[in-house]
């Protein structure tokens, strides 16, 4: 999933919305979106309407560590990027329409605040990042690579800052930046045109340094209405000073036992301060605090405690707060623009966002105001129709209750397409991943089949599997049969994944599981067919899987377990604990013979698909992923092409030939084959439909007999993956014949509705659209559109209004795709073939083909000797070859009238479907619902290792720059060129640049 | 440790907990949340505080002073080429006395501080900063507090452990550096007389110890026909490191590394690590409880 690679995320959430305890929030300046960062890493971005609705719009991966704070990255309104900084010193620039991550960085130390300072020098602006923090500096960054510019240092008593705030000047060039430290002492730096050119590491030293007592000190803020008083809030009192020498005007403490933890002036003459329990509180400064009062400065110098200044509002806590687990955080934004909104918004551990809009006018009586607007993600979540689907619901439903049972674990085997999902009622499901995903994602005929598709069961834990391991995957030397799981019943059950059978079961932990891992590969030959497991107890245990024993636990570490590694030469294991701590163990082997592996394993080629599980939090259940990765589609797809036998072959006139010279042999023996193939299958497909949910043995047994026909239900993963991406990319509903064309004759489906679609970007960051997406994208559009559209409008073609990188991607893939799908025969999603994949070859490796067949022999062996050459096919790669050419034989001869035309329309679907998106889809769309694709990414792919992307992107380039026309083309031309190196002679520039355009 | 080969039909038996069973837990859980957790957080706050109060540790008689202590430096490896005496008051050395004896002129170098200058040790401040953060988070939470879940005091403890490891991790993980890094950190400019071109030192703290580390360097010349490779960032750089600074080259030729102990420090390590134990024992004792309040809403 490197960078490089045209990968595209679709993702399944699932009914319950991810933790998120939010941990700082920020308001664009144009008060259309909301950011808010989680204790466990990711950013969430919010859209917000004039009328302070918000909607929660995608979910932002990348950081490793809790969100410390954010701040806007740009000053200008057509690139909105924000920064966010984590508790592990990290540092990412995001793009807010998209969530593209821009750059992004790692420092030693963890940042707390981040202000933007924008600054100029003659034309050029420049924005920088000032960040304070666990450091006792201030650092100065550049708002575009993250890169330390210069720091500003104290000379006196440096510590640690507090917080920090910037003065703008209108009338000199110099601003002022005013910071508190740790111990109370306020430190005042300029910042200068010459400042801000320095590009060395020289220090700043400060211009003054005064103690003001402010001890624990949580915010300072300037009054930008009066332009001389700062506001300074510590944890049990708020004090205002002069802005000019920094003299105390009033001090306010607390009297009851709450804590303040920030505060801001919302007008010249009222502050407002908030609690760490999530009340606010507005106050009337006291006359001596108002420079346009004549009393103004008359209690400086003073020791006494002015008197407490008037409550002017109290906003009221909500009821519900007592299911929260930390503080929430609030912050107050002032709108820059119509209608001026002045809005306090707060962010809770429980994912909740609530605004309160401030009324200008204020009554003279305390009171309290309600709240303008609250929502959290579960709710956005709730309020979805229809419900936000996760990867196996429609098996996870169980009759009577509304609620799926939840995935808790899950693990997926590409060389098998299957899932495998353990849940919290401990049982555990294995599905083939692209079907139970269509029906999700796809409008179909399955629809109609009850617990579609065909799956197994497995039952053994008692409650929550915690964890799933598929050894073989890891490594071919442990038996492709057995399958892994962990649960909180502290117990690990090692099963047979073509049986269903319970193999055997570990009770050697004291906690639940919560680490599967393989050992690697040079470890001793005991070692190496053990798994080894992690327990909540701290306990750590090997466990063989060949000798069904534990034969080693390594107990007693104070600390949880974090990290194992392995030591294979000293027989060690490493276990590293969450405090740093850090244990080895002799993994006591007994007989010490180590083997050394000669050659290297086949390794893992990219997979068309991936479904990978992630949760935000450690309580939540899994939500899938599924990563397509366009280029090993495409190869996939041509490598099967390939193998498949040569149309010449099976022109009309050889296959009357065959047919008429082995009319006793081969085709003889197709036809048996196809019909008991099909048999079988339909009897698969009728006895799934009659699946129940029951718990009785009986019923587990008859399932595991008839699971081992499940087995028999073949279906072709590479074209079924196909299939399930371009029904997800295709723009549905902008041309009526064309869809018609897509559901008939090449067998794609409409999805339910938008999908999910994420956006990968630099460094493996990631953005999610989360399903609530589309409630804001519909109101986005209905707005521009001036009429009110639903959900059915927007289904397919909604992706292409989101951003322009991601319409790029899109664009690429859904073209590249239908190109290469033009080019092979018969390549539609209708028909037999969709079930069986045509034959491989062996692996390089060696290792025995087909996991699937091996136990798959039909219930029913009609024929014993057909059953046999049926075995012999799957070991021998030319009788399957010419078993399954036969079989193709005998499938043409059956559509032999209507092969033609058939392969005909299909080409010319792929080829419409193709022209529509590469240049119709501009128009049909309109630009307002239309983002066009990104030149500079299309540049880059100008030159592809794939040649049908390459193909793809020089396509969709050339579109766009006629689209852009010329006046598009020289901005594009002149954006671009101070980029470029200067050796070019103006003369022969010019030229080159008249002929561009 | 629970025998492997039971057999499967054993299980069922002991699985779900029986309403009574419930009950009691609930009771169980419920005293947890309201006497036990107060009486860690208490016991955490005074180690803590003990832990602080070493930090700024006042001079008798003068209580707003702190008090400054001499460490006399030395090693059990070097033959007594470098002699070290440092003053600490809290986190800044406020004097440094150090005597070289140079190996081959056996010529011995004595350079101190300057008057205006003192170096402040970030390691011990950060360290400060960090149990004082940790020390916030306990005083919100005092005994009139009510804690509503076993969310809620794992979160408290979270941001203690962070707090309390970053503390930890700070003294007992100097910052690495590169040698010119070192040249320009300000250090050199410190002492009277000044140190000479081919000398650098470096003050750290490592575990409970203050070292200081003296280079003695030789300036390779330019037409030398070693392979020049400057030496990448570390605490302790070995003979044979190379770098280059206002375009000279440098190798080092000799190390000494002295150090002493600052009893207040092992103090501190100790409390540190007390405390973090105390922290993950409550965890412990909550998540005994988690698959019970897992069926809760919360």
Request: neutral net charge; proline residues 5%; charged residues 20%.
């Amino acid at each position: 999933m490197s960078g490089n690679n045209l990968v595209l995320p679709i993702v399944l959430w699932g009914r319950t919305a991810p933790t998120h305890c939010i941990s700082s929030l920020l308001v664009m300046d144009d008060f259309s979106t909301i950011i808010t960062g989680c204790h466990d890493g990711q950013i969430c971005l919010w859209d917000m309407t004039p009328e302070l609705e918000i909607c929660p719009r995608a979910m932002l991966f990348g950081h490793t560590a809790s969100i410390t704070c954010l701040s806007k990255a740009s000053a200008c309104s057509d690139k909105q990027y924000i920064v966010s900084a984590s508790e592990s010193g990290e540092m990412c620039l995001w793009d807010v329409n998209d969530g593209r991550c821009i750059e992004f960085t790692k420092l030693a130390c963890a940042h707390i605040g981040i202000q933007y300072y924008q600054f100029t020098i003659g034309t050029q602006r420049e924005g920088r990042l000032l960040c304070n923090g666990h450091y006792p500096e201030i650092l100065v960054v550049d708002a575009t690579s993250l890169e330390v510019l210069y720091s500003l240092v104290s000379k006196i008593s440096p510590d640690w800052i507090s917080s920090m705030s910037i003065i703008r000047s209108h009338r000199t060039q110099e601003d002022t930046v005013v910071a508190v430290s740790v111990t109370g002492i306020l430190k005042v730096w300029i910042i200068t045109p010459e400042v801000s050119r320095m590009q060395d590491l020289d220090p700043v030293f400060e211009e003054e340094s005064k103690p003001i007592y402010c001890q624990g000190c949580q915010s300072i803020s300037f009054c930008t209405f009066t332009q001389s008083s700062l506001l300074v809030v510590c944890s049990k009192y708020w004090r205002v000073f002069d802005a000019g020498d920094y003299s105390l005007l009033c001090s306010v403490s607390n009297d009851n036992d709450q804590s303040w933890t920030g505060g801001e002036f919302i007008a010249a003459d009222k502050v407002i301060i908030w609690t760490e329990d999530g009340c606010s509180y507005i106050y009337k400064l006291p006359a001596s605090c108002l420079p346009a009062s004549e009393h103004f400065r008359s209690d400086v110098g003073k020791t006494k405690e002015g008197s407490i200044p008037p409550l002017v509002y109290r906003i009221a806590d909500r009821s519900d707060k007592q299911l929260l687990i930390c503080p929430p955080v609030t912050r107050f934004f002032f709108s820059r623009r119509e209608p001026f909104h002045k809005l306090l918004i707060q962010g809770d551990s429980a994912g909740r966002m609530s605004l309160w809009s401030i009324p200008d006018t204020s009554p003279l009586q305390p009171q309290s105001t309600s709240v303008s607007f609250t929502i959290s993600l579960q709710e956005a979540f709730d309020k979805l129709t229809p419900v936000s689907s996760g990867i196996i619901d429609q098996l996870s439903v169980l009759p009577g209750k509304d609620e799926p049972i939840k995935v808790t674990a899950s693990v997926y085997i590409p060389s098998q397409g299957r899932l495998v999902c353990g849940r919290e009622d401990g049982s555990i499901i294995l599905v083939p991943a692209t079907q139970t995903a269509i029906v999700q994602l796809l409008q179909g005929e399955h629809m109609l089949r009850r617990g579609w598709p065909p799956h197994r069961t497995l039952r053994g834990h008692r409650n929550k599997v915690t964890c799933v391991l598929y050894p073989y995957q890891v490594s071919p030397r442990y038996d492709q049969r057995s399958l892994v799981s962990g649960g909180v019943d502290f117990s690990v059950i090692v099963w047979d994944i073509f049986t269903g059978e319970m193999k055997h079961i570990f009770c050697v932990h004291g906690g639940e599981i919560t680490q599967l891992i393989v050992p690697p590969e040079n470890c001793s030959t005991r070692v190496q067919h053990c798994v080894c497991s992690v327990a909540s107890d701290h306990s750590v245990g090997l466990l063989s899987l060949r000798e069904r024993k534990c034969i080693m636990l390594a107990s007693r570490h104070l600390f949880p377990i974090q990290v194992i590694k392995w030591r294979p030469a000293d027989d060690y294991l490493v276990v590293g604990c969450s405090d740093g701590s850090v244990y080895v163990w002799q993994m006591d082997t007994g007989e010490n013979q180590r083997t050394i592996k000669e050659g290297n394993l086949p390794k893992y080629s990219h997979n068309a698909l991936v479904v990978q599980a992630m949760k935000t939090n450690l309580t939540d259940p899994d939500m899938h992923v599924l990563f397509f990765d366009v280029e090993a589609v495409i190869i996939q797809l041509l490598t099967e092409e390939a193998q498949r036998p040569n149309p010449m072959l099976v022109s009309p006139e050889t296959l009357q030939k065959s047919q008429a010279g082995a009319d006793k042999g081969g085709s003889l023996l197709a036809h048996k084959i196809f019909k008991q193939v099909k048999e079988t299958m339909k009897e698969t497909i009728k006895e799934h439909l009659l699946d129940e949910d029951e718990d009785e043995e009986e019923e587990m047994r008859r399932r595991e007999e008839k699971s081992k026909s499940l087995s028999l239900l073949e279906y072709n993963l590479t074209m079924d993956t196909a299939k399930l991406f371009m029904s997800c990319l295709h723009a549905w509903g902008l041309n009526e014949q064309l869809d018609t064309i897509c559901l008939e004759r090449l067998g794609m489906l409409r999805p339910h509705c938008p999908i999910s679609f994420g956006l990968i970007s630099r460094g493996g960051h990631m953005s999610l659209m989360l399903p609530t997406f589309k409630e804001s994208l519909l109101r986005q559009l209905s707005l521009a559109t001036g009429r009110k559209l639903s959900l059915s409008d927007i289904v397919g073609k909604g992706t292409y209004g989101v951003s322009r990188a991601v319409t790029t991607h899109h664009l690429l893939s859904v073209i590249s795709l239908a190109n290469t799908l033009m080019g092979m025969t018969n390549a539609t999603f209708v028909g037999e073939h969709m079930k069986k994949a045509p034959a491989r070859p062996p692996r390089p490796g060696g290792t025995p083909e087909t996991p699937r067949r091996t136990p798959a022999a039909p219930p029913q062996p009609s024929n014993p000797a057909l059953q046999a050459q049926i075995k012999q096919g799957n070991y021998k790669r030319r009788e399957t070859l010419t078993c399954s050419l036969v079989l193709v034989v005998f499938l043409t001869v059956c559509v032999k009238r209507v092969c033609v035309c058939v392969v005909v329309i299909v080409c010319a679907g792929w080829s419409q479907l193709a022209a529509m998106h590469c240049v119709m889809l501009p128009d049909l769309l309109g630009l307002d619902k239309f983002r066009p694709p990104l030149l500079e990414m299309l540049a880059r792919r100008w030159q592809d290792r794939c040649l049908e992307v390459r193909e793809a992107a020089q396509a969709l380039l050339l579109a766009e720059l006629r689209r852009i026309g010329q006046s598009g083309r020289k901005e594009t031309i002149d954006l671009w060129a101070p980029y470029l190196p200067q050796y070019v002679d103006t003369v022969s520039s010019r030229k080159y640049h008249n002929f561009v355009c | 440790m629970l025998n492997p080969q039971r057999s499967l039909s054993e299980l069922p038996k002991t699985s779900t907990a029986s309403q009574v069973e419930r009950v009691v837990l609930e009771e169980e859980f419920n005293w947890l949340l309201k006497e036990e957790v107060h009486a860690v957080l208490k016991q955490l706050q005074d180690v803590l505080k003990e832990a602080s109060r070493r930090f700024s540790m006042p001079t008798p008689g003068f209580e707003n002073q702190l008090k400054q202590e001499n460490f006399i430096l030395g090693s059990s490896t070097s033959m007594d080429q470098v002699k070290g005496v440092l003053t600490l008051q809290g986190e800044v050395l406020t004097q440094a006395d150090i005597n070289l004896k140079v190996a081959k002129s056996s010529q011995v170098l004595h350079f101190q501080f300057r008057e205006d200058k003192q170096w402040k040790l970030q390691q011990i401040q950060d360290a400060r900063n960090h149990v004082n953060q940790a020390l916030q988070l306990l005083s919100s939470r005092d005994e009139s507090y009510h804690f509503k879940s076993g969310a809620e005091v794992n979160k408290l403890m979270d941001g203690v452990m962070l707090q309390l490891t970053r503390a930890r991790n700070r003294l007992t993980t100097p910052a690495s550096m590169t040698l010119p890094e070192l040249a320009a950190s300000g250090l050199m400019k410190m002492f009277s007389p000044p140190i000479p071109g081919d000398v650098m030192v470096n003050f750290y703290i490592n575990l409970s110890k203050l070292c200081l580390t003296v280079y003695q360097l030789h300036v390779l010349p330019p037409n030398t026909t070693k392979n020049f490779k400057p030496a990448g960032s570390s605490v302790l750089h070995s003979p044979g490191a190379m770098f280059e600074l206002n375009n000279n080259r440098f190798e080092v030729s000799h190390v000494h590394k002295v150090e002493c102990v600052v009893p207040w420090l092992s103090d501190t390590l100790v409390f540190f690590t007390i405390s973090l134990q105390l922290c993950q024992q409550l965890k412990d004792k909550i998540s005994v409880f988690s698959s019970f309040w897992n069926y809760r809403p919360f």
